[in-house]
Structures are given as structure tokens and as C-alpha cells.
């Protein structure tokens, strides 16, 4: 599918375009064959640009050719889906985009829609002019950075609201969700020391021939990418260590247990000791008295009572 809009200087905005045009902004989704044919003879860029950009395997990079005079930029971007399995929840993932930036356009191209660019058609994301590809791109890298730092306060939010109900009640379904959310950190961090290097690849090689205003854009970029990673990293350390922690504590209360149970187990194989002594056909001391079996119960609990007396002591029961 092929979207094509440039801007409409009396409306202030952008504007959908059936045709393929100059000075314009084309949004590709999954394009078939004879759109892919139709894009490199329209547009003049190779056909291995557009086969990169759908290949959900492809590391972000960027790339140049100067017999086309076309860039590739390859750029992963958070992507937030439903979990299958829990339709009420979220799975965090990453996906690359494809941009390609030529004389006269500026084409993103992914295997599937991408929602965050509908904000570009909506005006919300204000001085967009494809006409002035170079910044357009630059506000599109913009725009995926601030995607990520919102997706990790959310997820910073969804982790506290975990641990308050681990706090209370220590399911398995809590540490199910830390353990989802912890993945989509791990695929945040790496996409986004990646992007890191795309980033730096362009400020240093100034491939896009940016002007001062737009090398200063792209250094806000870069700020806000060094932001999104420290986020995520901050986060899925805090994470460790709270899987760490409640960890330890079911160690712990299994400990607890384990003791309790030896403990009383203890306790309670005593009566059974000493009333089996002399349950036996021999003659013992006692053993023909009328009052034998109160002689007996009572050794059984002075002998239990020591013994709940010292594992008390030690702490081994409460």
C-alpha cells in the first residue's frame, strides 16, 4: 500500500495525493511487487533499499549510494501489540523502519502499519514539510525517541504497580508479568543502542548534508536516545534485583517451613517414643502401677516441652 502526501501551504497541513509526486512524503506498507517496480522507476532508488527495509531481521544502519544518490536508513522503532494469550494485556517489541531519503522524497517503509506516523497526517506533529526531506527525516527520528521514553515510563508504571501486589500476595502471575515486561526491556535496550550507532553514523559522516539548525535536531535526538537507554537500563536493573529479592524470600519462608515442619515432626515422634516403650511385653519400671499411663503421658510432655522450650529458644518455631 502506497500513501503519498505532501504539504498544502494554504491549509497549513498535509495533504493525500493519489500519484506519486516530488516534493512529498510516501508512506509504504507492504507493498507488492508491481509497487515495488513502480517505486524504484518513479523515484530513481534501488530495489535492494526497499527489500532491506521489509525484512524484519534487518539491524538498523544507515547507508548511502552515490550512483542513485539515495540513503537508507534502517531504524528500529518500539512497537506495542496485544499478548495473544492475555488479550487484556501488552507485549512490548521492536521493528525496524525503513526510511529513504532522495533528492526530492521521503519514503518509510515497514512490513506493517505503523501507527505512531498517522500523528504526522493528523498535523499533531507541527512544521512537518516533506518538501524539506532532510528535517522531515530528522522529526520522524525525533518522534520514534520520544515513542521510547514514553513506552518506558509506561512500563516503569506497570513494574511499581507489580510490585505493590507482590507486596501483598506473592502469585505467579506477578512474576509472569515482571518477567514479560523484563523482555521488552531487553528488546528496548538493544534496538536502542543500535539506533545509537545510526544516530552517530549520521553526525559523524553527515551523510544527509545537514545544515547547523538540523545537526543541532539531530543532537537533541542523540540526547533523547542516551535518555531512553539509561531509562530502560535503570529499569531492568531494578527489575533483577526485585526478582533477586522475592527470590530470596521464597527461599526464606521455604526454610520457614522446612524448620516448622522438622520441628513439630520432632515434637511429636516423642509421645510416640515413649508410649511405645511401653507398649511393649516386658516388664518395665512402672509398667504394672495403676497409674502407669499418667506416668507415661506425663514423661511424654515434660520430654516435649524441653524440646518446644529450646527449638523456641533458637527460633525455630514461633
Avoid at 516533506?130 to 515510563?153: A, G
Avoid at 510490585?163 to 528488546?187: A, C, H, K, P, W
Avoid at 551523510?207 to 535526538?221: A, V
Avoid at 536516545?225 to 524470600?249: G, L, R
Wanted: no cysteine; glycine share 2%.
Amino acid at each position: 500500500m502506497l500513501e503519498t502526501y505532501r504539504f498544502d501551504s494554504a491549509k497549513k497541513k498535509l495533504t493525500k495525493h493519489a500519484k506519486i509526486q516530488s516534493n512529498s512524503w510516501i508512506n509504504v506498507t507492504d507493498p507488492s511487487t508491481e509497487e515495488i517496480e513502480l517505486l524504484t522507476k518513479k523515484l530513481h532508488i534501488p530495489s535492494d533499499f526497499i527489500y532491506y527495509s521489509l525484512d524484519a531481521d534487518e539491524s538498523a544502519r544507515a547507508e548511502h549510494d552515490p550512483d542513485y544518490n539515495a540513503t537508507l536508513i534502517i531504524f528500529n522503532i518500539p512497537i506495542l501489540e496485544k499478548d495473544p494469550q492475555k488479550p487484556d494485556k501488552y507485549l512490548y517489541k521492536t521493528s525496524p523502519l525503513g526510511i529513504i531519503v532522495t533528492d526530492s522524497t521521503v519514503l518509510t517503509i515497514n512490513k506493517t502499519p505503523v501507527t505512531f506516523l498517522q500523528s504526522f497526517v493528523d498535523g499533531q506533529i507541527k512544521g512537518f514539510n516533506p518538501q524539506n526531506h532532510r528535517r522531515s527525516v530528522l522529526q520522524i527520528l525525533f518522534r520514534i525517541s520520544s515513542i521510547y521514553l514514553q513506552y518506558l515510563r509506561d512500563i516503569n508504571r506497570s513494574r511499581e504497580q507489580i510490585e505493590t501486589r507482590l507486596q501483598s500476595s506473592l502469585q505467579n502471575e506477578e512474576l509472569f508479568d515482571l518477567m514479560t515486561i523484563q523482555r521488552g526491556l531487553v528488546y528496548f535496550m538493544m534496538s536502542l543502542k543500535t539506533d545509537k550507532m545510526v544516530l552517530a553514523s549520521l553526525m559523524r559522516t553527515n551523510m544527509l548534508d545537514l545544515n547547523e539548525d538540523e545537526i543541532e535536531l539531530l543532537d537533541d535526538i542523540q540526547i533523547e536516545n542516551q535518555q531512553a537507554i539509561e531509562m530502560a537500563e535503570i529499569s531492568n536493573t531494578i527489575i533483577n534485583e526485585t526478582a533477586d529479592t522475592y527470590s530470596s524470600i521464597i527461599n526464606n519462608n521455604m526454610n520457614s517451613v522446612m524448620k516448622f515442619l522438622a520441628s513439630y515432626s520432632i515434637i511429636l515422634t516423642i509421645p510416640g517414643l515413649v508410649f511405645s516403650f511401653y507398649g511393649m511385653n516386658v516388664d518395665l519400671p512402672l509398667s504394672r502401677s495403676k497409674t502407669s499411663w499418667l506416668i507415661t503421658l506425663f514423661i511424654s510432655l515434660i520430654i516435649s516441652g524441653v524440646l518446644v522450650y529450646r527449638f523456641w529458644r533458637k527460633r525455630y518455631i514461633k
